[in-house]
């Protein structure tokens, strides 16, 4: 009896113990969801969103040749099918800049388009490009930069008619690769066990060991320039503002989470919006000193890969199997 009272009370300590962990991973709940689950015609995986000129008037891309049109500011999306032969391509980014834009896939695709995406013509490749393009950013007219998945930067002032190597070597196969606003960029390995950085004027990549034993998942640049990253665990830091190599101290906005953060995104200088695997979604409005989660959003069952803001107003999530969330703070509860 004496022994089954003391496996008894072990347990209730037991229990005890777990609730406690539970109330602490919990954060505070978004009073209204503002993201709005979108029915598009796909269940390929979606990876970039841009908008021409007439910010009515936008695309979507992904895996297996995905091209998605809206013409009504992304309520609604129909697939573009374009005459690019058998082989399937997985669209990585799209880029425009007025009517002009930009597409970069895998194996070795550049698409170019001067008219809003009405034609779209296949920009000839050096067989020596080092590695596949796989961001692209339109500059201007005739004018863009792109990186491959191995960190070599190019760029062109003639339509993609030739391109000038900005770096004089590349800096290996990259998770992902991130530009900032005034040009610099950010390149996480593949491994995630170091990540590099380089800004226009630089020959070349200058690599920086991880400052944790965690590996790193993605990085960017905050609105004011500075780097911040996402690590395995649900791990986020922001780098100093006067020292970049010099890092804040380690913040979870989920604490205790078996899930990873993928991707960040500023909506204003201020609000910072977080995504991650099965559908988690959090926000902070103080730039990342509190945070709270969109439960609503929880149900959606993919990983969310990607946040775009265009502007404060219109922004986008996109992920796993043809997900879409349209930025929509005007409706409660649209998840």
Same mark, same amino acid.
């Given at each position: 009896?004496?022994?089954? $009272? ?43 969103? !841009? ?19 809206? =013409? ?16 399937? &391509? ?53 004018? !863009? ?8 930067? @190019? ?39 170091? @990540? ?51 890092? $804040?101290?380690?913040? &979870? ?12 995104? @500023? ?22 000193? =509190? ?12 990983? $969310? &890969? ?20 349209? &930025? ?6 649209? !998840?």
């Amino acid at each position: 009896m004496r022994s089954l $009272l003391r496996s008894l009370q072990k347990l209730g300590v037991l229990l005890v113990v777990v609730l406690l962990c539970v109330a602490c991973s919990k954060v505070p709940s978004i009073s209204e969801n503002p993201w709005q689950i979108l029915a598009i015609p796909t269940d390929s995986n979606l990876s970039d969103v !841009a908008f021409t000129e007439d910010k009515n008037h936008g695309w979507i891309v992904g895996s297996n040749t995905t091209l998605l049109e809206t =013409t009504d500011g992304g309520e609604t999306w129909q697939p573009k099918i374009l005459d690019l032969g058998e082989q399937k &391509y997985r669209f990585s980014a799209i880029s425009f800049s007025g009517k002009e834009g930009w597409i970069a896939g895998q194996p070795a695709l550049l698409l170019h388009t001067t008219d809003e995406g009405q034609t779209w013509s296949q920009i000839t490749l050096s067989e020596k490009l080092p590695g596949n393009p796989n961001t692209v950013v339109a500059l201007g007219p005739d004018s !863009a930069e792109m990186t491959t998945d191995v960190g070599a930067i @190019y760029r062109t002032a003639d339509g993609g008619k030739t391109w000038k190597a900005m770096v004089e070597e590349a800096v290996g196969v990259v998770r992902n690769i991130s530009r900032s606003a005034d040009g610099k960029y950010v390149a996480v390995s593949s491994r995630g066990n170091f @990540y590099s950085t380089w800004e226009p004027g630089q020959s070349a990549w200058v690599q920086h060991n991880r400052n944790s034993s965690r590996r790193v998942q993605n990085m960017g640049f905050t609105k004011d320039g500075r780097l911040w990253m996402l690590a395995r665990g649900g791990q986020l830091q922001f780098s100093e503002a006067e020292n970049p190599e010099a890092w $804040l101290d380690a913040d &979870y906005p989920e604490f205790s989470t078996s899930w990873g953060l993928l991707d960040l995104a @500023y909506r204003t200088p201020e609000e910072i919006w977080v995504a991650g695997g099965s559908g988690n979604l959090l926000r902070s409005l103080d730039d990342g000193k =509190t945070w709270e989660k969109d439960r609503q959003v929880e149900n959606v069952p993919s990983n $969310l &890969y990607r946040i775009v803001f265009l502007s404060p107003e219109q922004g986008f999530i996109i992920g796993q199997k043809g997900t879409v969330l349209k &930025y929509n703070p005007n409706i409660v509860g649209a !998840a």
